[in-house]
């Protein structure tokens, strides 16, 4: 096979991603002679396109599973795309106005139509993009969390929580999306600063029956004032304990309402007066709710006011443009006493970024106090482990404080919610899975005979996330009538070889902030129908940011597209750039420079192969500096497996790649290969090529999870395969023993090499002109290395008695090494050099003993920090000696 000079990924991707799908490599199935080792993707938004947070996360699980695979386990990846309510309804709606028609005029059926002609011509994208990077799914498995056994399997398990207890109808306050004009759940609304500050403006109310007695309240919100129903005052407030009890006038429409006591208020918050206003805001409706107070909603569900705010000139105007001009009108009124600045964290819809609206509604809810406690049991005992373990407070907090989930949505889009109403009644609702069995049972409940034309399906849809925390088990088709026991509301697995074989998974890899959203309810779900955790192991990215630490963004500009970085550096380029700053947990800092190196990695591959692949051969046996190169690296080889095995068993998988690079990079290309490597014109041994081609043939195995395609290509040139035979499906290469010895002599060797090559370098010496080399044993003190030595940096080892008067020693490790230099330097510019060293080395001496003087330092540091600082100090001594005794017997 005739490889190209250059590596080119763009006629290497393409045509072996096409293979592995072509020979099904990908593909799993129940298999009891193998470990199961199963993921699930997060299912990325159907209206999604591919961004950097999906490279990094797909990556990773990328990765996971070819490890897998190559273990000769099971490996099973399940893709799929998330119905994603109200990102979708929101493009369908946009690509119905660029036609010229409005949601409103259309009918549910025919919306819905709409939304399935989108999703038909959108919605597998990302998947497609996915291959692109690499992703080695079981494409058969694909699923849709609106497929019909999707959809079937959301609605039974409302049907079955509903009927164990866990689900209700209420009316609650909940958080209101003005944009896309649904409810959120607490977890869909994210609080932060911003940069503009807000205004805490201080109102005066008139005290009724009076001409000139006021109370001063503080709101940041004087557009809701219109929905007052009372002033409250804490009841210990001295100031104002003489006007609980009597009236206040709300300004401009001078309706009457009480003034109120209550603990809730801070007397040291603005004026200690506070205005409750029990339709627009939680805690004023907890307050409401002990005093029994009216609930006035000026607000509609789009965000403008109705006539309930009782001022016309107000009526159907934004809640924040009639904020600005309220606050006016105050001002000229002289109602407005003070305006302030302060800092507060303002909460947006997770979906929309609009500022979220506090709503009374009629909802539907999951009581999650009781359903989730075995949930918080299994990762507090680490039964199920997170990575890194930090999340687990995080995790407990949410879990501890939980509070029920507001699961409607305002919306056509999405699993509709399974009640039927029969009658105008609060309770004239029964719950059921098909409209057949609503119909009974509202007969039954109702003890009257009606028509399937007398039921009306409530018009919601359910929260997206009440579909996908069933997605470990869904995909499996656990709720399938065969596998779901409707009478005790569990799945049978057994009756599902391919649930029974892959559940639970073995690892989730997903991004922290949808840690509840997500995973907990994944948890939950797990527990409440198979009794058993959804998966082992949760591995948790970071966020990835640009260089400068900013969250990437169109806006900013700094989102690169990885489509484009693809072309530019290949997908194993891309996929090793994002991981070479990527530890679990923490932020990536991205910087394009990181995709050059990996591209530069595959090329240093890929030149590594072609000067191997270039040798001539003979018949001539190994030399023994060969055969001691091929230990070496063997055990260097061996050394490696075993710290990546290490960092994949933490999770560490961005330390398991840099140690595989500094394999190939550093060990097999820039010293084992230098060892071997004939000399110009000359043929290698078929002993010493034989061993490196298997050598490299593990390499790549080694290297294939993290840049599959490159070493697809390699393995493949390297020797005739069998027919369907890919390095996917290969043996993941096995532990090998450790020489210690050679490892420990080879480090030493190494570095007498660079010094030799930096004595050259610094004094001008030709790397033609062979030097001697001055140890204590000559040649005997390298048993293993003194020809390769003498090799690679050309010297001549010597048994060292003194000294020389001119020439260079140095440490390596602890063994000290001369090389005369006599008539070969300028001896002033040797001197100059040495009192240069001197002086450096002294420094660094003395910033050591400032340390290991410092009590506070010796108190606090770690025993093995302060062992490597005496360390410091003794190699420092050391060079010292050996830098002055050098300088001395230049200057005798």
């Known amino acids: 096979m005739l490889l190209p000079i250059k590596y080119n990924p763009a006629d290497v991707e393409g045509k072996w991603y096409d293979q592995w799908m072509a020979h099904k490599v990908f593909h799993a199935q129940p298999n009891p002679d193998k470990d199961s080792y199963c993921i699930v993707i997060p299912p990325p938004n159907v209206t999604g396109v591919l961004h950097m947070g999906h490279m990094l996360n797909n990556t990773i699980q990328d990765i996971l599973i070819r490890k897998a695979r190559m273990e000769g386990k099971e490996a099973c990846w399940v893709p799929g795309t998330d119905h ?43 998947l497609e993009q996915l291959k692109k990077l690499g992703a080695s799914c079981d494409w058969d498995r694909t699923h849709f969390t609106m497929d019909d056994g999707y959809y079937k399997a959301v609605i039974r398990v409302f049907v079955d929580l509903y009927r164990k207890g866990y689900i209700y109808r209420g009316l609650r306050m909940i958080n209101w999306d003005c944009e896309a004009k649904t409810a959120l759940s607490n977890e869909e609304v994210l609080y932060k600063e911003e940069g503009e500050k807000s205004i805490l403006y201080s109102v005066r109310y008139q005290i009724a029956g009076s001409h000139d007695e006021w109370i001063v309240i503080a709101t940041q919100r004087p557009e809701t004032i219109m929905g007052d129903t009372a002033i409250a005052v804490n009841p210990t407030d001295e100031r104002y304990t003489h006007l609980v009890g009597k009236k206040v006038l709300v300004p401009f429409i001078n309706r009457e309402i009480p003034v109120i006591a209550d603990d809730y208020v801070d007397k040291a918050f603005g004026s200690g007066c506070l205005k409750v206003t029990p339709a627009h805001d939680v805690n004023d409706y907890e307050i409401g709710l002990r005093h029994q107070l009216p609930v006035i909603d000026t607000i509609n569900d789009d965000g403008t006011l109705n006539e309930k705010c009782e001022l016309p000139r107000y009526v159907g105007k934004d809640r924040f443009a009639v904020r ?14 003070k305006e302030e600045e302060f800092v507060t964290r303002i909460g947006r819809s997770e979906r929309t970024n609009t500022v979220v609206e506090p709503k009374l509604s009629l909802q539907w809810f999951v009581r999650m106090k009781d359903i989730s406690s075995r949930a918080l049991a299994a990762v507090e005992n680490d039964e199920i482990r997170l990575h890194p373990a930090k999340f687990k407070n995080t995790y407990r907090h949410w879990m501890e404080n939980v509070r029920d989930w507001c699961i409607s949505r305002q919306l056509w889009w999405g699993h509709r919610i399974p009640a039927y109403y029969y009658g105008p009644g609060e309770n004239d609702f029964v719950v059921a899975e098909t409209p057949e069995e609503a119909l009974q049972a509202a007969c039954a409940k109702s003890g009257k005979t009606l028509a399937a034309s007398d039921l009306r399906q409530d018009p919601d849809v359910l929260d997206t996330w009440a579909s996908s925390w069933l997605w470990p088990m869904a995909v499996f088709d656990g709720f399938s009538d065969d596998c779901f026991d409707r009478e005790k509301g569990k799945i049978i697995r057994a009756k599902r070889p391919d649930l029974d074989f892959f559940y639970p998974t073995r690892v989730l890899v997903t991004a922290p902030e949808i840690l509840f959203f997500w995973v907990a309810r994944m948890i939950i779900a797990g527990y ?8 082992d192991d949760v591995y948790l990215t970071g966020i990835v940011r640009d260089k400068l630490g900013r969250k990437m963004s169109k806006s900013l500009g700094n989102s690169p597209e990885p489509l484009e970085l693809i ?5 194993d380029g891309v996929r090793t750039g994002m991981l070479f700053s990527s530890p679990a947990g923490n932020d990536l800092l991205f910087d394009e420079k990181l995709c050059e190196q990996g591209r530069n990695f595959a090329n240093k591959i890929w030149n590594a192969f072609r000067l191997i692949k270039g040798w001539e051969l003979s018949d001539s046996p190994a030399s023994t500096e060969n055969r001691h190169a091929m230990t070496w690296f ?76 490159i070493t697809e290509e390699l393995w493949h040139a390297l020797r005739e395969r069998p027919n369907h035979q890919f390095i996917a499906q290969a043996a993941w290469p096995k532990a090998k023993p450790i020489h210690s010895e050679i490892l420990t002599e080879a480090t030493i060797a190494f570095d007498v090499i660079g010094q030799v090559r930096n004595t050259r370098n610094s004094k001008g010496l030709s790397p033609r002109d062979t030097l001697s080399l001055q140890t204590r044993l000559g040649r005997e003190q390298f048993p293993f290395f003194a020809d390769l030595i003498a090799k690679l940096a050309n010297v001549r080892h010597e048994i060292r008695a003194n000294a020389p008067s001119q020439g260079v020693t140095f440490l390596a490790g602890t063994l000290e090494c001369a090389i005369p230099l006599e008539g070969k330097v300028d001896v002033e510019a040797a001197r100059a050099e040495l009192r240069k060293e001197i002086e450096y080395q ?4 003395a910033s050591v003993d400032k340390k290991l003087t410092n009590e506070r330092f010796m108190a606090g540091a770690p025993p093995h920090v302060i062992e490597m600082e005496r360390k410091k100090k003794a190699d420092a001594e050391s060079k010292i000696r050996l830098l002055e005794e050098n300088l001395a017997r230049l200057s005798s």
Not at 567 to 571: D, E, K, L, P, S
Not at 842 to 845: D, K, P, R
């Open 567 to 571: 072309t530019q550096y290949g997908a």
């Open 84 to 126: 994603a309510s109200i990102a979708t309804e929101a493009r369908v709606v946009a690509m119905l106005r660029e036609r010229g028609i409005k949601k409103s005029d259309l009918t549910r059926e025919e919306f819905l139509a709409y939304a399935w002609e989108w999703r038909t011509k959108y919605g597998g994208i990302i």
């Open 634 to 709: 063997e055990s260097r080889f061996g050394q490696a497996m075993d710290e990546v095995n290490d960092h994949f068993s933490r999770f560490r998988i961005s330390d398991a790649l840099l140690t595989v690079y500094k394999l190939i990079w550093d060990d097999f290309c820039s010293w084992y290969l230098e060892m071997i490597k004939p000399e110009f014109g000359k043929p290698i041994d078929r002993e010493t090529y034989e061993r490196t081609a298997e050598l490299f043939d593990e390499l790549m195995a080694l290297l294939h999870p993290f840049m599959p395609f």
């Open 528 to 535: 409440e129908y198979l009794d058993e955790k959804p998966f």
């Open 842 to 845: 002294q420094g660094f001496l």
């Open 324 to 337: 600005k001009a309220l606050v006016k009108e105050l001002r000229e009124a002289g109602h407005l006493v």
